[in-house]
């Protein structure tokens, strides 16, 4: 009986035609507002080879044929999911955190607030949110906060929701805020879990910010950081006005360090970096 060697295709050999590349561009930017301008060629081409090795397809063809086929959207969501950038991490640009400490906290002592974290990724900033509120509630004082956490991406959900965090991912983390929010998981000691208090006030949901929002607000902050910096002009200042018809007066919207909007043509006035507050 001869032995059968299943022959390996190198699917890095593959050529993502122009045209395939320009239909991924615009219904990802019609669907998301995600714009791979030219020069994300190759991004595209590795992240969509991502789904041919799952579904085990050696061409490009083979591929969209069945995604076009799949009447149920079920491909095309897998689509979006990997072509996403995912990036995140426990207190990134922690300027916003020492922010939310020294002059939001103190203005809502006794407050019930909402905040909304949009593009929450796998929960590292929401958790970030909860874990600085609830220190600073150490020093006394009443209320509570609660937190939205939204994302296009499904598979980013459901590790938020999980709610279990790497070694990796908890590198930097105080060994004191590491042990009060977080326990080793019984099932691998190399994985931390957010405990209940802190995983208790935050609420996850899949959500397109280019679709219709369910909420109608009003929230006291809005963290939309590092997520508008994938959309062009046009769609940053829509997103922007749709933002600030949801925070209430005097409300914050905290954006990426890197992505600037002229806050005043929004009712904005930009009082740190990358932070505005609706006047
Ligand atoms: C780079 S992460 C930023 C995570 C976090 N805000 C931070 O700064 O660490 C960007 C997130 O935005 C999400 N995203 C991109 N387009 C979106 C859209 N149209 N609606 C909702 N989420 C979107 C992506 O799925 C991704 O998880």
Known sequence: MGLQIAKQVDLTK?????????????VLYDYCGIDMHEGKEALVKARVLKRLRMLKMTTFKEYFDYMESDA?????????????????????????????RS?????????????????????????????TYLEEKKKGFNGSARILATDISSIVLQKAKRAM?????????????????????????DMYQVKENVRSMIRYGR????????????????????????????????????????????????LGHSESISGSSHGLKNIKPAVYQKK
Not at 17 to 26: E, Q
Not at 105 to 110: A, D, N, T
Request: overall charge negative; aromatic content about 14%.
């Open 207 to 254: 959500l397109n910010l280019k679709e219709a929002w369910p909420m109608k607000g009003p929230f006291h902050i809005i963290m939309c950081r590092n997520v508008m910096i994938y959309f062009d002009r046009p769609t940053q200042s829509k997103l922007v006005d749709r933002f600030c018809d949801l925070l209430a007066p005097g409300g914050y919207l905290f």
């Open 165 to 189: 965090y790497s070694k990796e991912n908890m590198e930097g983390m105080p060994d004191i805020i590491r042990r009060d929010y977080f326990m080793r998981s019984p099932m691998d000691p």
């Open 14 to 26: 593959l050529e993502l035609k122009s045209s395939d590349f320009n239909k991924i561009r615009s």
């Open 103 to 131: 002059e939001v906290i103190p203005k809502i002592h006794g407050q019930n607030v909402t905040w909304w974290s949009a593009g929450c990724s796998s929960g590292e900033e929401p958790v970030s949110w909860a874990i």
């Open 72 to 100: 149920s959207g079920a491909e095309f969501l897998a689509l979006v999911d990997v072509l996403t950038t995912n990036k995140t991490s426990f207190f990134r640009e922690s300027a916003h955190f020492d922010f939310i």
